[in-house]
């Protein structure tokens, strides 16, 4: 009984920890190209941004990658690629709630802004809630946070025709 009990707790023990490694992973899709998906440990060797928000009053500090090397990390070139035709293709960022927010890829690209834009996994040090995990879209600099996407689970580029 004993040894019985011990299995179905090594094998419920295993089911956790692989439902949250497929919790965590990202999906990237450039175009019609077949996806790529990120684990949160292919995100962890991305070197990370620490970003403090203000709101109401309260600081918050979120820390993660870099969209912009996350998205590299998948395939998707900027710099002197990112021009022509290129400049007309945007982020489809979609969250597991059906959220989606777009963002034109010269906003997160180094070579056109000094704007900052985390894909933060850790918010006050802390591994981000239930409300927002796995993964938290943050753009300090934006007035309002309408594109600030929780729960992210993909991103896709997408031309505009």
Same mark, same amino acid.
């Given at each position: 009984?004993?040894?019985?009990?011990?299995?179905?707790?090594?094998?419920?023990?295993?089911l956790?920890c692989?439902?949250?490694a497929?919790?965590q992973?990202?999906?990237?899709q450039?175009g019609?190209?077949?996806?790529?998906?990120?684990?949160?440990?292919d995100?962890?060797?991305?070197?990370?941004?620490k970003?403090t928000?203000?709101k109401?009053g309260?600081?918050t500090?979120?820390?993660g990658?870099?969209?912009?090397?996350a998205?590299? #990390?998948? $395939?998707v070139?900027?710099?002197?690629?990112? =021009?022509?035709? *290129? +400049?007309?293709?945007c982020?489809l960022?979609?969250? !597991?709630?059906?959220?989606r927010a777009v963002?034109?890829?010269p906003e997160?690209?180094?070579?056109?802004t000094?704007?900052?834009?985390?894909?933060?996994f850790? #918010?006050? $040090?802390?591994?981000l809630?239930?409300?927002? =995990?796995?993964? *938290? +879209?943050?753009?300090?600099?934006?007035k309002?946070? !309408?594109?600030?996407?929780?729960?992210?689970?993909?991103?896709?580029?997408?031309?505009?025709?």
């Amino acid at each position: 009984m004993k040894k019985q009990f011990l299995v179905s707790a090594a094998l419920f023990l295993l089911l956790f920890c692989a439902a949250l490694a497929q919790a965590q992973q990202l999906t990237v899709q450039i175009g019609g190209e077949k996806a790529t998906v990120l684990t949160r440990a292919d995100l962890e060797v991305l070197p990370h941004v620490k970003v403090t928000t203000t709101k109401a009053g309260t600081s918050t500090v979120f820390e993660g990658v870099a969209l912009e090397a996350a998205l590299e #990390k998948a $395939g998707v070139q900027f710099g002197e690629s990112l =021009r022509g035709k *290129r +400049l007309a293709s945007c982020l489809l960022v979609e969250a !597991a709630d059906g959220y989606r927010a777009v963002i034109a890829l010269p906003e997160i690209d180094p070579a056109f802004t000094d704007k900052q834009t985390v894909l933060a996994f850790l #918010k006050d $040090g802390k591994p981000l809630d239930d409300k927002e =995990r796995p993964y *938290r +879209l943050v753009i300090p600099d934006e007035k309002r946070m !309408a594109r600030w996407v929780r729960q992210v689970t993909a991103l896709k580029i997408v031309d505009v025709q």
